[in-house]
T-cell receptor
Framework: GNSVTQMEGPVTLSEEAFLTINCTYT??????LFWYVQYPGEGLQLLLK?????DKGSNKGFEATYRKETTSFHLEKGSVQVSDSAVYFC????????????FGTGTRLTIIP | ETGVTQTPRHLVMGMTNKKSLKCEQH?????MYWYKQSAKKPLELMFV???????ENNSVPSRFSPECPNSSHLFLHLHTLQPEDSALYLC???????????????FGPGTRLTVL
């Protein structure tokens, strides 16, 4: 079956530091890949997505590249801000029309001024 | 604000109580979902409704009973729960379109449930 493994947190960084949150996956076929973000007290929001190999998803300064050869979709940001503090979830969809999302366990990110 | 609302936001109940969680979407979507979010575990998909018909039931215990009376509303009826059912219950909705690679799911803020 499908599975997603992401970096265990919590991760604490200083403002303006470089961020990487690792995500690898196991899936049959050609899944779509996603990063969701959950701010305190809120539900999940789609941050970025990539639907085929070598696609790069980007939003709000965050980027992730779909690497089929390494089955990875690592999240990066060049300079984090305090407002980026949240829980980040990597997820995949198997593209078989049922929109079933498989999530990782989430990584809590805290940015200190 | 994602257009998906959930009530109540917090719920404490005993194991013998019966309660219901409510989800409402204002986005014109035609599919709705219930997820369970527990600490240190991946989000678990519980139920999927498409066009008000249940299309997915991921081996959820019968003490959880979903209801989808129309495309805008989704309920989760709870009875005789166990302490291990304490979690954040998230509702989501999407617009299913035939042939689309993926249709984004929009999540509500969740109901924090504590079973004593």
């Amino acid at each position: 079956g499908n599975s997603v493994t992401q970096m265990e947190g919590p991760v604490t960084l200083s403002e303006e530091a470089f961020l990487t949150i690792n995500c690898t996956y196991t899936a049959t076929g050609y899944p779509s890949l996603f990063w969701y973000v959950q701010y305190p007290g809120e539900g999940l929001q789609l941050l970025l997505k990539a639907t085929k190999a070598d696609d790069k998803g980007s939003n709000k300064g965050f980027e992730a590249t779909y690497r089929k050869e390494t089955t990875s979709f690592h999240l990066e940001k060049g300079s984090v801000q305090v407002s980026d503090s949240a829980v980040y979830f990597c997820a995949l969809s198997d593209n078989f029309g049922n929109e079933k999302l498989t999530f990782g366990t989430g990584t809590r990110l805290t940015i200190i001024p | 604000e994602t257009g998906v609302t959930q009530t109540p936001r917090h719920l404490v109940m005993g194991m013998t109580n019966k309660k219901s969680l409510k989800c409402e979407q204002h986005l014109g979507h035609n599919a709705m979902y219930w997820y369970k979010q527990s600490a240190k575990k991946p989000l678990e998909l519980m139920f999927v409704y498409s066009l008000e018909e249940r299309v997915e039931n991921n081996s959820v215990p019968s003490r959880f009973s979903p209801e989808c009376p129309n495309s805008s509303h989704l309920f989760l009826h709870l009875h005789t729960l166990q302490p291990e059912d304490s979690a954040l219950y998230l509702c989501a909705s999407s617009r299913r379109e035939r042939g689309a690679v993926y249709n984004e799911q929009f999540f509500g803020p969740g109901t924090r449930l504590t079973v004593l």
